[in-house]
């Protein structure tokens, strides 16, 4: 299974402001994960859109994904300093996740 | 609380010491990680457990000795480690077969080989 990787490596913006992280990976997926860590914490899951699905929302939460390009955005609305964080995308193989070396996000309030 | 719980939070330990890493998990999942993450390096799949019988083990050095008692508890043996194996250790678990897998992390133990 092939572990995503995100675009860019690190950002930073001001409060209010949409954030916008990209991922990309190589091979067919089922699904694919989007996660958020807080600084020397564990991940915690955000959403998951299926490889059949083009957008999906949660929240302040958009992610999109593009099968024929490999790739995946996750859009963050209306940021806030709480934001803050690194975001991981994971492709998901059977029973192994992979993922990649992050974005790491910085909301300025 | 996400439903793993890793123990220790944090270890010091030296490169001569034994040591274990424990994790335990009350979601009812069949399927639990270990994950390796350094500074600025990719999370790094160490060894997956489904239904307590390994699948996966990603050519991890064998000072590394993962032990899967049974379905909720998951062990990491530590034996003369090196510096560079001073990292933040994560212990994760599925549910797999159900269409989605959604990974639940504990908060992880930070070790730091001295």
């Known amino acids: 299974s092939q572990q995503g990787e995100e675009d860019p490596q690190a950002l930073s913006i001001q409060e209010g402001e949409n954030a916008t992280m990209n991922c990309s990976y190589k091979?067919?997926?089922?699904?694919l994960q989007w996660y958020r860590q807080n600084s020397g914490r564990g991940l915690v899951h955000l959403i998951l859109?299926?490889?059949?699905?083009r957008e999906k929302h949660s929240g302040r939460l958009r992610v999109t994904l593009d099968t024929s390009k490999k790739s995946s955005s996750l859009l963050i609305t209306a940021s806030r300093a709480a934001d803050t964080a690194s975001y991981f995308c994971?492709?998901?193989?059977?029973?192994?996740?992979?993922f990649g070396a992050g974005t790491r996000l910085t909301v300025k309030p | 609380e996400t439903g793993v719980t890793q123990t220790p939070r944090h270890l010091v330990m030296g490169m001569t010491n034994k040591k274990s890493l424990k994790c335990e998990q009350h979601?009812?999942?069949?399927?639990m990680y270990w994950y390796k993450q350094s500074a600025k390096k990719p999370l790094e799949l160490m060894f997956v457990?489904?239904?307590?019988?390994?699948?996966e083990n990603n050519s991890v050095p064998s000072r590394f000795s993962p032990e899967c008692p049974n379905s909720s508890h998951l062990f990491l043996h530590l034996h003369t480690l090196q510096p560079e194996d001073s990292a933040l250790y994560l212990c994760?678990?599925?549910?797999?077969?159900?269409?989605?897998?959604?990974?639940?992390f504990g908060q992880g133990t930070r070790l730091t080989v001295v």
């Open positions: 979601l009812g999942h069949n399927a």
């Open positions: 859109i299926r490889s059949n699905e």
């Open positions: 091979t067919s997926i089922n699904n």
């Open positions: 994760a678990s599925s549910q797999e077969g159900s269409g989605g897998t959604e990974a639940f």
């Open positions: 457990y489904s239904l307590e019988e390994r699948v």
């Open positions: 994971a492709t998901d193989g059977r029973v192994d996740m992979r």
